[in-house]
């Protein structure tokens, strides 16, 4: 009996050396599949699909960029088609600088042809000091705007005081009416008026075009 039991452990001693090379092949096998399926598999699909995102980002961006410069190549050949003197009344109507000695001989011009003495003109810009901290604070927090929506200028604001003295209510209405229909925009804020000195204090807001960098 003890002969036929050592008998057998020899034989499957005998058989596990036999395939023992197949088995451990057999295990490093099993390990390999379960790290390719568990651990490489995922790790290898999200670098596939990063790679995808990455790919689509790009193709926005350079899709983008071809619109951007289309952009400005139509606005290139349509700057071309300005003619001279419709490239002046654009200049005149939305200056592209503040151009206050110009906009004061303007104001004078006008009180002049209306009868009324210009007594004083004080311009001044409206900028950040003139916004809320609230306007401030949803500024810095605004989106970006990407590159299809880049702007070439910026249209900023001048606030003028205009003091006028020998002027009644159809003076005045003259004036207000020359103001509407001067070449160069401006809008009226508010204006006191005292008949019984004959002066007058306006407030309007012009605009001029400052250029992007």
Do not use: H, W
């Amino acid at each position: 009996m003890q002969k036929n039991s050592k008998t057998d452990l020899e034989k499957t001693t005998n058989l596990f050396s036999q395939y023992f090379q197949f088995i451990i092949i057999f295990i490093i096998f099993i390990i390999f599949a379960t790290s390719y399926f568990f651990l490489l598999k995922p790790k290898y699909n999200e670098l596939c699909f990063e790679k995808k995102l990455n790919i689509e980002r790009k193709n926005k961006e350079f899709k983008k960029q071809e619109e951007y410069l289309s952009l400005l190549k139509l606005l290139k050949e349509n700057f071309g088609k300005i003619k001279d003197e419709d490239m002046e009344k654009l200049n005149l109507i939305l200056p592209r600088e503040e151009d206050i000695p110009g906009l004061i001989v303007a104001l004078e011009s006008l009180a002049g042809e209306n009868g009324a003495i210009l007594l004083g003109i004080d311009v001044s810009e409206i900028g950040e000091k003139s916004r809320s901290p609230r306007e401030k604070k949803e500024s810095l927090t605004e989106k970006k705007p990407d590159i299809s929506e880049k702007q070439f200028f910026t249209i900023k604001e001048l606030m003028i005081n205009v003091r006028l003295s020998a002027i009644d209510y159809e003076t005045l209405k003259r004036f207000l009416g020359a103001l509407e229909t001067n070449m160069r925009i401006m809008d009226i804020t508010s204006f006191g008026f005292n008949p019984e000195k004959g002066s007058c204090n306006i407030r309007l807001k012009t605009y001029y075009l400052e250029e992007k960098g």
